[in-house]
């Protein structure tokens, strides 16, 4: 049986993101392909290429890594995107999609188009800068002809392909959008209205998923939360257990467990 792993974006809710790679690692649930979108792509490709999710976690939590993709907002001005490029070339010598361990795929979006493009051979780091690219932060990553954004933006949450391909689909999607009664500051209404958006096409990517893991406590986190890493690690983790425990009824779990 083979499982595909689908990973939203959600800026520094994407530590959440290692903790459901560990709690299935640790549940003996073996993941044959993985496709990502923003904070998903990053975390994917360090799983892709073999990386321990702790040995991972660590490099993301204790370099710059992330507070270069998601720095601290400002009204300053537009960053550019190559620095990232640097970082990603230190923990990935070697820049290619046949370099990873197990198949990946990246989701950007490509302004030219308005469509989402999958990315899943050639040179890797360039759509990754592109998955992670923050519209009206950062200049948009040029990759051939096509200028690329954020593929939270028309699909974050990138399960379609691997609907093809696996005979069980796992969706996690870091970025739920629950009521909110208290919204105030420019910074706060930004990231709400950017969450509302991208949450309308994760709401039809879920469908495609044989099972969902979407941990409501990580609302109580922001894009740019990048010093609660460890709290958003756990929760990720947490949650995964606790679907597997207390779903232990559902068909696709039984699969997975077996």
């Not at 290692?18 to 979108?37: D, N, P, R």
């Not at 537009?78 to 370099?99: L, T």
Request: hydrophobic share 40%; proline share 4%.
């Amino acid at each position: 049986m083979k499982v595909g792993l689908a990973l939203s974006g959600g800026g520094a809710r994407g530590f959440a993101h290692f903790g459901v790679l560990k709690a299935l690692e640790e549940l003996g649930v073996e993941v044959h392909a993985i496709s990502g979108t923003s904070a998903g792509s990053i975390v994917g490709a360090f799983h892709a290429f073999g990386f321990e999710v702790e040995v991972a976690k660590h490099l993301v939590s204790k370099t710059n890594l992330f507070k270069v993709v998601w720095p601290a907002f400002s009204w300053k001005g537009v960053f550019s995107m190559s620095r990232s490029e640097e970082i990603f070339k230190k923990h990935f010598p070697k820049d290619d999609f046949s370099a990873t361990k197990i198949p990946l795929q990246i989701v950007a979006t490509n302004l030219n188009t308005g469509r989402p493009e999958v990315f899943k051979e050639g040179s890797l780091i360039k759509p990754m800068m592109a998955s992670c690219c923050i519209p009206f932060i950062f200049d948009p990553v040029r990759i051939g002809k096509s200028v690329f954004v954020d593929g939270g933006l028309v699909n974050n949450l990138p399960t379609e392909t691997l609907r093809d391909e696996c005979d069980v689909v796992i969706g996690v999607n870091v970025s739920p959008v629950l009521k909110e009664d208290t919204l105030s500051g420019t910074k706060k209404m930004i990231e709400r209205i950017s969450m509302v958006s991208i949450n309308a096409n994760v709401t039809e990517s879920k469908s495609k998923c044989d099972l969902v893991i979407e941990p409501k406590s990580l609302r109580e986190y922001g894009t740019f939360d990048i010093k609660s890493a460890d709290s958003i690690y756990d929760i990720g983790y947490q949650a995964t257990h606790h679907i597997f425990e207390t779903e232990q009824q559902l068909e696709v779990i039984q699969k997975l467990l077996v």
